[in-house]
């Protein structure tokens, strides 16, 4: 199932504590975006790749790019201030090369190397029949609902699922929900958030607890460790 993934790349390292964008940091050797990227080159499925990224590092990107053989990038527009910015920037570029409003798109984040083929191929499926699904995965601990340090609530369990990347739309579909979002000021914390706000349903697909998001020196060192068990798995 053909389809499109978009990746917002132009964050900072802040959390990170890198100085600079942690795309950029190595992981086993190689660029986290690299390694990212690397997932969508190999499957034969995707059929292109828009990166938003910041202006003083497109050069940088390109070269990148070329190092590590990735072909599949069609645009790289500037990315925004929030993530929100640059995956409507992504959205745009898509649309405005003529794509059809119901060509399947993914959303996913640029830190997150580990995600799985068979993820990506069921969130395509769901999308082309129910026009919007996202990858997640069951809580593994309680969950409580605190205000002002205090709990208020603990939802049941079973009913609660930790939201991962990518999100997959109908193009026409998340564009509506991003253009929405932009006339109203309304800023949410994935794009999942907009979908639901036009009323459509979204699905959910199951993904796997290795699919980390590389956000902390933590996570590097557990990235490292992934990359380890595959290797020996291979």
Known sequence: MEYTVMLPAAGSGRRMGAGENKLFLPLAGKPILARTLSVFQQDPDCAGIILAVRPDERDRIREMLADHGITKVTAMPDGGGERQDSVRACVR????????????????????????????RELAETVRE???????????????????????????????????????????LLAEAEEKA?????LGTDESMLVERLGHPVRVVESTYDNLKMTTKVDLAIGEALLKRQEEME
């Open 93 to 120: 570029a898509f649309m405005d090369s003529g794509s059809a409003d119901d060509a399947v798109v993914m959303v996913h984040d640029a830190a997150r190397p580990f995600l799985s083929r068979r993820v990506i």
């Open 130 to 172: 129910h026009g919007a699904a996202i990858a997640a995965v069951p809580s593994k601990d309680t969950v409580k609902q605190v205000a002002d340090g205090v709990v208020e609530d603990t939802p049941d369990r079973s009913t609660v699922w930790l939201v991962q990347t990518p999100q997959a739309f109908r193009a026409g």
């Open 182 to 186: 932009l006339s109203e000021g309304f």
